[in-house]
């Protein structure tokens, strides 16, 4: 087993940044404050993660797992909704019902029902939650991009298609149906591209920190569907549930 990073190793990391700096500036690319503003960020946001974890799994308790998954999950919808705060209540409503839900349900399936352990074990409950949840964030938020930007540029064939006595889920049904595909077409890409062009993380930091390869291999399959299972699902309950909040009993779009 390799042997850890020091912070003298570490550092040298950020050597890397200056590369990506200097190509920016080189490119005209008006963003080197964004990078390192995002850099700093990163840095202090997992350092702190880190800090928290060490003390959680020094010292186990079902509480402090559960309130790190309710930061986690309560983080990750208000990232969704300050980017839609257009959308109506009972939209918004859905949309947070439908991460948890779906999130916590196909977690609780791998962990009790794969791994054969038990729900509040933080040594697996809050990174495979990271990783559950944070693609089920992921995918709802391009699904919810993509609904939205559809919507615009086809809102007039919209208005007249429901002029014209088709119902407003008739008309937005193709533009959710769209949405879907696109919010889970990252996650179908990534699964076509393991083993062969690249090797995940998750299976990458194990073999760094010992396991055999074979492991490593079965704990990332397992993973990758389970992602790919929550993005479908939380798009899915959110996109379809929630568009039909977006007209009144008269059939007049809301949005």
Known sequence: MPDLLNLQQFALIYVLLVVILVI?????????????????????????????????????????????LIAITGFGIQMILARNRALNRKFKLIIGVSTVTTGLIILAFYIIIVLDDHFFNPQLTIPLSGMIMGNAVSGVALG?????????????????????GVTPQKALLPLINQAIETAILPTIITMTSMGIIKLPGMMTGQMIAGAMPMTAILYQISVIIAIAAVTCLSVFCTLYFGYRTLWNERNQLLI
């Open 24 to 68: 920016m500036k080189k490119c005209n690319i008006n963003q080197s404050k964004l990078v390192i503003v995002a850099s700093v960020r990163m840095t202090v946001q997992l350092v702190l993660a880190g800090v928290v974890l060490t003390y959680i799994f020094a010292y186990p308790h079902p509480l402090l797992t559960t309130v790190y």
């Open 144 to 164: 919810l991009k993509t609904f939205e930007e559809n919507l615009q540029a086809k809102r007039h064939q919209i208005d007249v298609l429901i002029n014209m």
